[in-house]
């Protein structure tokens, strides 16, 4: 099966109203060739998942800061002045969820999964509209799977057959996200012919990719 695509045939997968898990880890690892793109196709109405909101002109902060985005769902949004501004205005619906509690979720939209039973925000205003469940005499807090219509990957190297490998943090949000995108696109520095990648070092097996783009180095 051919997964090799230029980015113009991928960008004609996006359209308003989608939901996207963006992988990267405090901007890194992150697939800022396809971002842009999404960003000249114009769509608009997008939920992000993501770690955090990027910085100004950083990652998914391009997707806030020109205003395609009606949510996002992360950990973090500080380092974002905008996204900020947007979430104070109405403008942009946020939910922060703690890190591991947010990649516990799209660990179990992944496997299909319920969702997790956690103890993070027992006793808080987390609490609200949530589901409670006792195990064993302790409370816990239900945490719904995350899934999306897209997930964006970015791999250090991937196979024809989209058999991928992360280098440094960039393994810790992209692999989860491979797992709970209906459709996975992944951008990577390189492709090389099946068979040359070290099977011990794939951390992604090809059977959850659907397209490859060639984009560029991490920055």
Known sequence: MEKIYTREEVLHRFADGQRIMVGGFANHGVPEYLIDGIIETGVKNLTIIS????????????????????KITCSFIGKHPEAVNQYASGELEVELVPLGTLMERIRCGGAGLGGALVRTGLGTLVEKDKEKIIVNNKSY???????????LVKAWKADTMGNLVYRGSSRNCNPLMATAGKLVIVETEEIVPVGTIDPDQVITPGVLVHMIVVGKGDQ
């Open 51 to 70: 770690n955090d909101s990027g910085d100004p002109g950083i990652g998914v902060g391009k997707l806030i800061s020109s205003r395609r985005t009606v």
């Open 141 to 151: 807090l239900l945490e719904t799977p995350l899934q999306a219509d897209i997930s």
